[in-house]
C-alpha cells in the first residue's frame, strides 16, 4: 500500500480515538496527534509558490477592462475563454458549443456572480497590497449596494433579465441570498467599512427571519413557490453556504452587539447540518434530504466538494466556538472524506462517489479546490495531512490552469490524460471565488507548515483593528501601518501572522 494512503488511514485511526475521547468544555492541544516521526512532505509547495500562482495564473484574467464591467463594478456573469466580452451577434465557438445548463441561462446577469468577482479582487488586496484591487472590490460592493440590495426587505436580487429584476422577493433561494453577501463580507472583513455591515446585517436579518422554519430548525430554500423550486425542498446548501458566504468570516471580527446573535446563529446552523444531513454509513453530507429517495449516491450535490465544505465549516466553528464535540465529530468527517477522495494512483482528488460506490475520478475545479483547502487545514495540527498535497498541487498547477489565457478550467477528465474540459471558464456559477480562495489557503498553509510567517494586508481606519488571518488563528508578530492611497482615512496595514491553527 503506497504510503501517503498509510498515513492517511493511520491519521484516521488516531482521529476516531480522539473523537471518542473527546472532552466537551475546551478544545484538546491537538485533536489527532502524528507520530513525532511524521514530518510534512519536502515537496510541498510553498507560500511564493501559492502567491505567484495568484499573480500569474489567475489574476490576469480578472486585471483587465472587459472585467471590471460598465460602469466598474457591473461584473458581467458571462465572458470568453480569453477573457473578452462576448459579442453575442458573434460569439466564440465555446459560447456556441456551451452545454444546455449553461445555454439556458444566457441573458440573465447574476448578483451572485458580481459578489464572488467582488470577493476575488479582495483577496488580490488582501494577497498583494495592491490598492488598484480594492478599488476594485469597493467598485463590486457600491454596485451591489445600490442596484441589488432591496432597503425595504432586505432581500438581494437573484439575477436581471432583459433589466428586469428576478425572481419575486421570497422565491429567492436561500442560497443566492447568502452569496449576494460574499463580496460584502469580505470587503468588511478587510475594511471595517460600518456602512456595508449594515447592509450584511439586514440580509441576514431577512434570511433568518423569513427563511428559518422553526419545525425543521433549518432554514428553507424559498419561501413562496417558483417554477422548480417548492417550499418544502430541504437543501444542504441553504445552511451551508450561509456559514462559507458570511457568517464564519465575520463572527470574530463583528462589534461586541452583533458578536452573540450572529454565533448563535452560526452554531444553529452547524448543528442542523451535524443533525439532519450527515451519513455516518456513507460518511457524507446529503445534498437534498426533502425526499428520501435522495438520499443515495449520485444525487443533487452529495459530493466530496459539499461534504469537504461541510467538515471545512464545522471545524472551523467547532474551533471558534470551543466545542471541541463539535471538532472532533467534524475532524473525523473530514478524515473519513479524504481518505475516500485521494487517488493514490494519480495523485489527485476524486470528485464524488457514484451510485455503485466507486469514485467519479474526473476533476471539478470547485471540489478539487475543497478537498486541498480541508486538507491543509487539518495539517496544520496533524501534518500526516500534507501527504497528499504535493501531489494534487503539482496537478492543479499543471492541468486545471489555462496556461494560455489564464485562469483555471471548470474540471478535467479522468485517467490516463486528464484532458481539461475546455469550456466556458466563466459562467453563472463558476468566477473567481473558488480558484481566489483555495490560492489563498494555499498561501497561508504553506506559510505555517514551513515555519514561515504569512504577510496579509488590511484596510481599516483604525491601524490598531482586531485582524484575522481568513478563517484561521494566528499569533500577530508584526504590522506596519501607512496610509492607502485612493481611500481617504484608511490605513494600509500589513500583518504578518505565524502560529495559525
Not at 432581500?155 to 422577493?169: L, N, R
Not at 475594511?191 to 422554519?213: G, P
Not at 417550499?231 to 463583528?254: F, G, H, K, M
Not at 487517488?343 to 476533476?363: A, E, I, M, N
Request: net charge neutral; aromatic share 12%; proline share 8%.
Amino acid at each position: 500500500m503506497p504510503t501517503r494512503r498509510l498515513l492517511l488511514i493511520a491519521a484516521f485511526t488516531l482521529v476516531g480515538v480522539a473523537f471518542a475521547q473527546a472532552p466537551t468544555k475546551a478544545i484538546p492541544p491537538a485533536i489527532a496527534v502524528a507520530e513525532p516521526s511524521v514530518r510534512i512532505p519536502a515537496d510541498l509547495p510553498t507560500g511564493d509558490r501559492w502567491l505567484q500562482h495568484f499573480r500569474e495564473d489567475l489574476l490576469p484574467y480578472w486585471n483587465l477592462p472587459d472585467a471590471w464591467g460598465t460602469p466598474r463594478g457591473d461584473f458581467p456573469t458571462f465572458r470568453a475563454i480569453d477573457g473578452k466580452a462576448i459579442d453575442w451577434a458573434h460569439p466564440p465557438q465555446e459560447v456556441a458549443d456551451a452545454p444546455g445548463w449553461i445555454r439556458q441561462e444566457f441573458g440573465r446577469d447574476y448578483v451572485r456572480m458580481k459578489s464572488r468577482q467582488t470577493y476575488f479582487y479582495g483577496v488580490a488586496y488582501h494577497l498583494t497590497g495592491d490598492p488598484k484591487m480594492l478599488a476594485l472590490a469597493r467598485d463590486g460592493v457600491d454596485w451591489i449596494r445600490t442596484h441589488a440590495l432591496d432597503p425595504a426587505t432586505g432581500s438581494a436580487v437573484t439575477y436581471w433579465e432583459k433589466g428586469v429584476p428576478q425572481p419575486a422577493v421570497l422565491a429567492r433561494t436561500s442560497q443566492d441570498l447568502a452569496y449576494a453577501g460574499v463580496g460584502l463580507a469580505m470587503y468588511y472583513y478587510l475594511t471595517r467599512d460600518e456602512a456595508v455591515l449594515k447592509d450584511l446585517l439586514r440580509l441576514k436579518h431577512h434570511i433568518f427571519s423569513r427563511y428559518w422554519n422553526p419545525q425543521w430548525q433549518a432554514l428553507r430554500w424559498v419561501v413562496t413557490p417558483d417554477a422548480g423550486h417548492d417550499e418544502q425542498r430541504q437543501e444542504l446548501v441553504s445552511q451551508l453556504d450561509q456559514i462559507n458566504a458570511y457568517l464564519l468570516l465575520l463572527a470574530p471580527i463583528l462589534p461586541e452587539k452583533e458578536r452573540r446573535p450572529w454565533m448563535e446563529d452560526l452554531q444553529r446552523l452547524a448543528a442542523t447540518l451535524e443533525r439532519d444531513y450527515y451519513d455516518s454509513g456513507h460518511r457524507l453530507f446529503w445534498g437534498t434530504i426533502h425526499d428520501p429517495a435522495q438520499k443515495k449516491l449520485g444525487s443533487r450535490h452529495t459530493d466530496f466538494g459539499h461534504t469537504a465544505k461541510a467538515c471545512w465549516m464545522l471545524e472551523r466553528t467547532g474551533r471558534l466556538a470551543h466545542d471541541a464535540r463539535l471538532v472532533a465529530f467534524a475532524t473525523a468527517a473530514a478524515q473519513a472524506v479524504l481518505n475516500q477522495a485521494y487517488l493514490p494512483d494519480s495523485g489527485t482528488w476524486g470528485s464524488r462517489l457514484r451510485p455503485d460506490g466507486t469514485v467519479d475520478q474526473g476533476k471539478e475545479w470547485w471540489i478539487y479546490a475543497e478537498l486541498d483547502q480541508l486538507a491543509g487545514t487539518l495539517a496544520l495540527r496533524d501534518p500526516a495531512q500534507a501527504a497528499p498535497l504535493p501531489r494534487t498541487a503539482e496537478f492543479w498547477f499543471r492541468h486545471m490552469v489555462d496556461h494560455e489565457h489564464h485562469e483555471v478550467w471548470g474540471g478535467a477528465g479522468g485517467p490516463p490524460d486528464f484532458e481539461p474540459w475546455e469550456g466556458l471558464k466563466i459562467h453563472q456559477w463558476k468566477s473567481g471565488y473558488h480558484s481566489a480562495e483555495h490560492a489563498l489557503v494555499g498561501y497561508l498553509v504553506a506559510q505555517a507548515l514551513h515555519g514561515q510567517p504569512a504577510v496579509l494586508y488590511f484596510a481599516p481606519k483604525d491601524p490598531k483593528a482586531i485582524v484575522r488571518p481568513y478563517v484561521f488563528e494566528g499569533r500577530i508578530l508584526r504590522r506596519a501601518s501607512r496610509p492607502l492611497p485612493g481611500f481617504p482615512g484608511r490605513r494600509k496595514l500589513e500583518v504578518a501572522f505565524t502560529g495559525l491553527e
